[in-house]
């Protein structure tokens, strides 16, 4: 009775179990599904890694507004491997455009290097102006307006809106055009022709590309990796390349930095 009983049970199962093909049909829905949930989250951790470096990049500015009213100037950008300014001293810098000095700032977190990063774990890039021409004599003085110490009290208000020479533009498309170093008059591709300093992240493509063969080149990106006074900054894109673009930038006017020293009493 029971060897009886036990077969029935195993012809029961094996007439019950599911086929192969009915397996693999549950197997691909229940990827559907994970897949439809794990979309969203992505999406949630992207927007919060993007946030968390915008909010890198305010207090980026601030610290640099913050260094500028204490010393009369603005810091140099820091070159690999340090995150101290490149000197550490008034005057022209090492290179115009680098790495954001958060150790000269005082800034934390940073990386081994002494880095600021940003949620991908990427150093902050900076740029400054260099111009060192007084504007109304025509006269290169060889001492940065933005960089050296009383360059700022020295050149005026009337004359610092032409004293920087960063330039942020929509696209790299139309440089030759619209958007080059120095301005072409009636051009219309740039979001401001005289930012003062630039600070930016390379996104969260820049680790994922650093080892990609053949290297993958996006003209606007790489329009804000090399070392001229023009930068772009547009909607990040997912697009097909040669169009994606997730830097996110942002630039210190003139004006905010001289309103902040006036504030500080460094300008009379």
Request: charged residues 10%.
């Amino acid at each position: 009775m029971i060897y009886s009983n036990s077969m029935k049970l195993k012809s029961y199962i094996k007439q019950q179990g599911f086929s192969l093909v009915e397996l693999a049909i549950v197997l691909v829905i229940l990827g559907f599904v994970l897949g439809a949930l794990l979309l969203p989250l992505r999406a949630q951790r992207d927007q919060a890694a993007q946030i968390q470096t915008q909010n890198t990049l305010e207090l980026a500015k601030q610290a640099l507004l913050g260094f500028a009213q204490a010393n009369g100037r603005l810091p140099c950008p820091a070159l690999a491997g340090s995150g101290v300014a490149a000197p550490n001293a008034s005057g022209p810098c090492t290179q115009q455009v680098g790495f954001l000095p958060a150790t000269t700032l005082g800034l934390q977190p940073v990386n081994a290097q002494g880095f600021a990063i940003d949620a991908w774990n990427n150093p902050i890039r900076y740029a400054v102006t260099q111009s060192d021409v007084n504007i109304t004599t025509g006269v290169a003085t060889l001492n940065p307006v933005f960089t050296t110490s009383n360059g700022v009290n020295n050149a005026g208000i009337a004359n610092l809106s032409q004293s920087a020479n960063l330039r942020v533009c929509a696209s790299s498309s139309t440089f030759s055009t619209t958007c080059s170093a120095p301005p072409i008059s009636g051009e219309n591709n740039y979001l401001v022709n005289n930012a003062v300093a630039v600070i930016f992240s390379t996104g969260q493509t820049e680790a994922l590309e650093a080892n990609t063969l053949p290297a993958i080149v996006r003209p606007d990106e790489t329009e804000n990796l090399d070392t001229d006074t023009v930068f772009v900054s547009r909607d990040i894109s997912t697009a097909a390349a040669p169009n994606e673009f997730d830097h996110l930038v942002t630039w210190i006017s003139p004006y905010v930095l001289y309103n902040a020293m006036i504030q500080a009493g460094q300008l009379h």
